[in-house]
């Protein structure tokens, strides 16, 4: 009985020990983020709120992609979160460097960022983005994280005249391309 007792006291011990050894510094890093997002927040005249697209790979209604594009300026990134859901999207173009970086509405380069809503859209009128991290291999995106703040317009026709409404956007994103 004894030893029975011994044994059922070591085995789970012994288990314990060599699972929970020390740390294999061979394998120190972390497994790569999935996440897919973009977390914004609008406020003008015509739109208001915060708003957020995560992707979900179940859903038919979403699409968001990521590659890269060589330009006269190097690379740029391109990244689009497409969200037939809730009827809205947001898409962007910058170089493809880690930075700030100044989009207006005449940036060089084709060098954007758009707010689509089913009622409005929203151009860069002057948006900082600021890229902290990116990846990418020849055009595949491979990965982009990031923040924005600043200026978009709303560029409407009242009575025929063109008016432009300002509204402030801020915001942070992730892209990581699936693996297959």
Do not use: R
Request: glycine share 10%; proline share 4%.
């Amino acid at each position: 009985m004894k030893t029975i007792i011994k044994l059922l006291f070591v085995l789970p011990l012994s288990l314990w020990l060599f699972t929970c050894g020390g740390s294999d510094d061979s394998n120190d890093s972390q497994p790569p983020s999935t996440e897919v997002f973009v977390n914004y927040s609008v406020s003008g005249n015509s739109k208001n709120g915060t708003f957020n697209i995560t992707d979900d790979e179940n859903s038919a209604g979403q699409n968001v992609y990521g590659l890269i594009a060589p330009n006269a300026d190097g690379n740029a990134v391109i990244v689009e979160y497409l969200d037939g859901n809730q009827l809205m999207s947001v898409s962007f173009a910058a170089p493809a460097v880690v930075g700030t970086y100044e989009i207006t509405d005449n940036s060089p380069y084709g060098y954007n960022i758009g707010f689509g809503f089913e009622d409005i859209s929203l151009q860069a009128s002057a948006v900082s983005i600021n890229i902290t991290a990116i990846e990418f291999n020849g055009v595949v995106l491979e990965h982009i994280k990031g923040s924005f703040t600043g200026t978009a317009m709303y560029t409407h026709t009242i009575n025929g005249d063109e008016v432009e409404e300002p509204h402030l956007v801020d915001g942070t994103f992730e892209y990581n391309a699936p693996s297959f």
